[in-house]
């Protein structure tokens, strides 16, 4: 497979290109992993990304760009306004890490116990960050105003729209909104391109089971809560078959079940923690509804009561627009050659980048970053998770083209 205009085999923008963009960052491309890896390095959770927003925010206030802090907690926002008329189109990146402990070996492993970036934020406030720098250097012959979000908490689903609330697109009537994730999955250097739906939607739950507490000698004087919850766990998967058509696709998952104090005592209460997930919103809205009806009629039938909480923040599934998409993938068979931009499909995993994409058209794509001859590479949210370094230069050339082809009236 050939590479794509101004990348090298390797997957990394080749310096010997006659794109000035793919110069531009092939020349940057050190401190690029440099800034990556020292974000890695230093990862914070959701809502506590202070030190990657000051240091996003340092980067981009130096660089010329106005720059908001403080926006939904610890998110950042950079204004760009290029010397030209043109449109306004929103750019946004992630921040926040994962409570895992880290399991690779590598200089620049995670310095904070029990925290890691193992779904590649780091690698994409990265991205973002050089974007910005990179355009902001061709002011003069920038058309339309480049707004950057780089975003809190997308990881329990809260800081979208804790951004969107106080009006962050409105501000700058933002016309398009545009993002990247880098998957490990995907080989580098390749684009994966998804018109319409592309996530699922998630929803987080708790079902309680609230029974009568006993001695375990005696269990025909209790209501045994861990009994109706085993009764209810068994029968989630049927419910999601009889309420999803076959061609569709939903997972429910139960991820902690927590009950009880000791061997021989039955508790009073079990409770089952877990997550929803949908292509469609209508199978969305039946399964939550159908939860409810059957956990509590499962729980009647042993005399014991259900209530199912959401838990949380939630987000809907995240749709691409056609157009956008269409017109995106065509910008970036032009930049990195069409050989790298493939087409692809749903996947079960969320992102609330959905929230953003509700209130104004845009695309949501995927960049490779798996590192050649790795067959089995660890799927995100693995303590053993790793992108290759060399994706994001690939991530850099494809967001920084696609704004300036967007931003042009």
Same mark, same amino acid.
């Given at each position: 497979?050939?590479?794509?205009?101004?990348?090298?085999?390797?997957?990394?923008?080749?310096?010997?290109?006659?794109?000035?963009?793919?110069?531009?960052?092939?020349?940057?491309?050190?401190?690029?992993?440099?800034?990556?890896?020292?974000?890695?390095?230093?990862?914070?959770?959701?809502?506590?990304?202070?030190?990657?927003?000051?240091?996003?925010?340092?980067?981009?206030?130096?660089?010329?760009?106005?720059?908001?802090?403080?926006?939904a907690v610890t998110g950042v926002v950079a204004v760009l306004r290029g010397d030209h008329p043109g449109r306004t189109i929103a750019w946004r990146a992630d921040m926040d890490a994962l409570p895992l402990t880290e399991a690779i070996d590598v200089p620049f492993a995670s310095g904070t116990a029990g925290v890691m970036h193992a779904c590649g934020h780091?690698?994409?406030?990265?991205?973002?960050?050089?974007?910005?720098?990179?355009?902001?250097?061709?002011?003069?012959?920038?058309?339309?105003?480049?707004?950057?979000?780089?975003?809190?908490?997308?990881?329990?689903?809260?800081?979208?729209?804790?951004?969107?609330?106080?009006?962050?697109?409105?501000?700058?009537?933002?016309?398009?909104?545009?993002?990247?994730?880098?998957?490990?999955?995907?080989?580098?250097?390749?684009?994966?391109?998804?018109? &319409?739906?592309? $996530? !699922? =939607?998630? %929803?987080?739950?708790?079902?309680?089971? #609230?029974?009568? +507490?006993?001695?375990?000698? /005696?269990?025909?004087?209790a209501v045994d809560p861990i009994a109706v919850a085993a009764h209810i766990l068994v029968g989630l998967q049927d419910l999601v078959r009889a309420a999803v058509p076959a061609q569709?696709?939903?997972?429910?998952?139960?991820?902690?079940?927590?009950?009880?104090?000791?061997?021989?005592?039955?508790?009073?209460?079990?409770?089952?923690?877990?997550?929803?997930?949908?292509?469609?919103?209508?199978?969305?809205?039946?399964?939550?509804?159908?939860?409810?009806?059957?956990?509590?009629?499962?729980?009647?039938?042993?005399?014991?009561?259900?209530?199912?909480?959401?838990?949380?923040?939630?987000?809907?599934?995240?749709?691409?627009?056609?157009?956008?998409?269409?017109?995106?993938?065509?910008?970036?068979?032009?930049?990195?050659?069409?050989?790298?931009?493939?087409?692809? &499909?749903?996947? $079960? !995993? =969320?992102? %609330?980048?959905?929230?953003?994409?509700? #209130?104004?058209? +845009?695309?949501?794509?995927? /960049?490779?970053?798996?590192?050649?001859?790795?067959?089995?590479?660890?799927?995100?949210?693995?303590?053993?998770?790793?992108?290759?370094?060399?994706?994001?230069?690939?991530?850099?050339?494809?967001?920084?083209?696609?704004?300036?082809?967007?931003?042009?009236?």
């Amino acid at each position: 497979m050939a590479a794509p205009r101004g990348v090298a085999d390797t997957g990394r923008v080749s310096p010997a290109s006659d794109d000035s963009l793919a110069v531009h960052i092939a020349r940057r491309e050190e401190q690029l992993v440099e800034l990556r890896r020292d974000l890695h390095r230093h990862p914070e959770l959701a809502f506590g990304e202070r030190r990657t927003a000051e240091m996003v925010a340092e980067r981009l206030h130096r660089a010329g760009l106005e720059v908001t802090t403080g926006v939904a907690v610890t998110g950042v926002v950079a204004v760009l306004r290029g010397d030209h008329p043109g449109r306004t189109i929103a750019w946004r990146a992630d921040m926040d890490a994962l409570p895992l402990t880290e399991a690779i070996d590598v200089p620049f492993a995670s310095g904070t116990a029990g925290v890691m970036h193992a779904c590649g934020h780091d690698g994409h406030t990265a991205i973002a960050v050089e974007m910005a720098e990179i355009l902001a250097a061709r002011r003069a012959s920038l058309p339309g105003t480049a707004v950057f979000l780089f975003q809190p908490a997308e990881e329990v689903f809260g800081g979208a729209r804790r951004m969107i609330e106080p009006g962050v697109l409105e501000r700058e009537r933002v016309d398009e909104i545009y993002g990247l994730h880098l998957i490990s999955r995907l080989p580098r250097g390749l684009v994966e391109m998804v018109p &319409g739906v592309s $996530m !699922a =939607s998630a %929803d987080f739950i708790d079902i309680e089971i #609230r029974g009568r +507490g006993g001695h375990g000698a /005696v269990p025909h004087l209790a209501v045994d809560p861990i009994a109706v919850a085993a009764h209810i766990l068994v029968g989630l998967q049927d419910l999601v078959r009889a309420a999803v058509p076959a061609q569709e696709a939903a997972v429910l998952t139960i991820g902690q079940v927590e009950a009880g104090s000791a061997r021989n005592i039955i508790p009073e209460t079990a409770l089952l923690r877990g997550s929803l997930r949908a292509l469609r919103e209508r199978d969305r809205r039946e399964l939550l509804e159908r939860l409810t009806a059957y956990c509590a009629a499962v729980a009647a039938g042993f005399r014991a009561g259900a209530i199912v909480r959401p838990v949380g923040d939630s987000c809907p599934v995240l749709a691409s627009g056609e157009a956008e998409t269409a017109r995106a993938a065509r910008a970036l068979a032009i930049e990195l050659g069409a050989e790298r931009v493939v087409a692809g &499909g749903p996947v $079960m !995993a =969320s992102d %609330d980048m959905s929230l953003f994409l509700e #209130r104004v058209p +845009g695309c949501f794509f995927r /960049v490779g970053a798996c590192r050649p001859g790795h067959p089995d590479p660890p799927a995100h949210h693995s303590p053993a998770f790793e992108i290759d370094d060399a994706c994001l230069a690939v991530g850099v050339q494809a967001g920084a083209s696609l704004l300036l082809h967007c931003l042009a009236p």
